[in-house]
Structures are given as C-alpha cells and as structure tokens.
C-alpha cells in the first residue's frame, strides 16, 4: 500500500477525456477530476464528440443514462438526489470553480458546428488533439479515458 501511494504522489497531473455523452459518463469523470483538484493535482478535462454535449448550452439538460445502466433518466435523477449529488450541471460549475481546467475539443466544436457563444462555461478553454497530446505524454501525469 505503502509503495501505492508513493506512486500517486509522483503524479501531479490528472487528464480526463470524456467523450461519451451520457450521465453515467459524466459524473464519474466529474467525481474523479474534483477528488484529483482536492487532493492538490492539476487536473484537465478534455470535452469531445458525445462529452461536448456537457458543455453545449440548451443540450446538457437533454442528456440521459446510457441504455446499459438500466435506468431512465427520471430514475437516474431520483437516485443522485436521493444520494445528495448535485446534477451534472452543478457538478461541472464546481469542478470549474475548484480549478478544474475545463477544455472543449476545436475539432469536435468544428464538426457539430459548435461555436464559442454555445459554450456554457465562458472560460472554456478551447484546445485541439495536440495540446491534449501535450498533456496526456507529461510523466507526472494520470491520463482516463471516459
């Protein structure tokens, strides 16, 4: 356990890419980048294809469960609230505000015809695959896919 640790104390930099858009997508990808800023690591969250829906004014709201989690959306809600989780709005709204770095994918926006004045957060950084490459080759750094 002892050399665990050690290990994660080597890590200074966690990136998460969340790229399915999909509750169950989200608020994993969520919970790990606001443990990884409270525990004092420099985190990014790389938004593309389905995960730009998250921070795509007007689509956020619309977004449910994958099929495969076996609930609906209206169920899903029920049991986070029951749990005292905020919603994947407020979580994303605190993960930014902890420091977060939040990154929405040029190449995706490009693609869905997405443009800065859609973004929810308007200090979104907005980033292609080169500077995620940038981040995610850092030896200090724990990259996730989600």
């Known amino acids: 356990m002892a050399e665990e640790k ?4 080597k890590k200074s930099k966690l990136v998460i890419v969340l790229s399915k858009g999909t509750l169950d997508a989200a608020y994993p990808a969520l919970i790990i980048a606001t443990s990884g800023v409270s525990l004092g690591m420099d985190v990014y969250m790389y938004f593309t294809f389905g995960g730009m829906k998250f ?3 007007g689509e956020s709201e619309q977004v449910g469960p994958s099929k495969d989690l076996g609930l609906t959306k209206e169920q899903l809600e029920s049991l986070t609230a029951k749990g005292g989780m905020p919603s994947v709005q407020q979580m994303l709204k605190m993960a930014a505000d902890m420091g977060v770095h939040i990154n929405a994918c040029s190449p995706t926006m490009k693609l869905f015809g997405t443009t800065e004045k859609n973004l929810i957060l ?11 490459l940038g981040w995610a080759s850092d030896p200090t750094a ?3 896919f989600i």
């Open 6 to 9: 050690n290990d994660l104390q």
């Open 55 to 57: 921070l795509t004014e």
């Open 122 to 132: 308007k200090d979104t950084n907005i980033v292609g695959a080169t500077t995620f």
């Open 142 to 144: 724990i990259t996730l």
